[in-house]
């Protein structure tokens, strides 16, 4: 997928792998990450925000 990152690519990569050990990724639009949010507050599931 092609995204751009307000932080640039390279310092995303730095700020999402500081997040802990992971191999999933999820992009979201501006407007979307309040209602995922939402639903993980709802499913108890934890997110990191690495930029926005």
């Known amino acids: 997928m ?8 390279r310092e995303f990569v730095t700020r999402w792998s500081e ?4 191999h999933h990724f999820a ?3 501006g ?3 309040d ?3 939402k639903v ?5 599931v934890p997110v990191e925000i ?3």
């Not at 092609?2 to 690519?9: I, L, S, V």
């Not at 997040?19 to 992971?22: E, I, K, M, R």
């Open 2 to 9: 092609r995204t751009r990152f307000t932080c640039g690519a």
């Open 19 to 22: 997040c802990g050990p992971t």
């Open 27 to 29: 992009a979201a639009a």
């Open 31 to 33: 407007r979307h990450i």
């Open 35 to 37: 209602t995922i949010l």
């Open 40 to 44: 993980a507050k709802i499913f108890d």
């Open 50 to 52: 690495v930029t926005r």
